[in-house]
């Protein structure tokens, strides 16, 4: 088969399936329909833990329903909160971070992860990583929150120290405003 070149979303997946071993904790922070809970919680085997988040019930639910179907609820815990709590509730290091910005594909576009928060949730997440972790973090530029999201994340990420972090950033140059962009951080 010919290779292809494919968008920041199919990069983050494989590097999360190089990244992520059976038995690791991982953090899903915007939960959505399941879809990156799923392939974590797949990823982290039966041994594992993944810790989710989103605001919407209706994503926890349909995460929830994903889960169950696939048999693999038990290795995760779903929190109908904002992500900017992670720390709340998850005390030791992880291994993976995983953030998928933006609003619930099929749901309320005004419902979409907004700047003050991602902040302070992308902060928390840094610090929840055990050394050699894997931060991913895709944004979709092109609309108002999402553009403002991207140029904090661009200047927050650009001054992190490479002796803490070293930051990865994936998206096809030429392919116009709103192609997801992906940024990938791992701790020294
Ligand atoms: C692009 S979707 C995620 C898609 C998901 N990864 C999947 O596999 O289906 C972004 C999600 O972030 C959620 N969100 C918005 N603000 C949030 C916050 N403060 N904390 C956690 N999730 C949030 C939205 O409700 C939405 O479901």
Request: aromatic share 6%.
């Amino acid at each position: 088969m010919p290779y292809l070149l494919r968008s920041a979303r199919f990069i983050a997946a494989e590097i999360l399936e190089k990244a992520v071993a059976p038995g690791n904790t991982v953090i899903d922070a915007t939960m959505g329909n399941g879809h990156d809970t799923l392939t974590l919680c797949r990823l982290v085997g039966e041994k594992g833990h993944v810790i989710a988040f989103d605001v919407q019930s209706a994503a926890v639910e349909s995460t929830k329903k994903r889960l169950e179907e696939a048999g693999v609820l038990d290795r995760a815990q779903l929190h109908c909160m904002g992500h900017q709590h992670m720390a709340e509730v998850v005390s030791g290091p992880v291994d993976a971070v995983v953030f998928n910005l933006g609003w619930l594909p099929g749901g309320d576009k005004a419902v979409t992860t907004l700047l003050d928060t991602t902040k302070q949730a992308v902060h928390a997440a840094l610090s929840l990583l055990r050394p050699l972790g894997i931060c991913l973090i895709c944004c979709y530029p092109g609309h108002q929150e999402g553009d403002r999201e991207r140029e904090y994340l661009m200047d927050m990420l650009a001054k992190l120290a490479p002796q803490q972090y070293n930051v990865l950033w994936h998206k096809f140059l030429n392919a116009g405003p709103g192609a997801p962009e992906c940024f990938v951080i791992q701790r020294q």
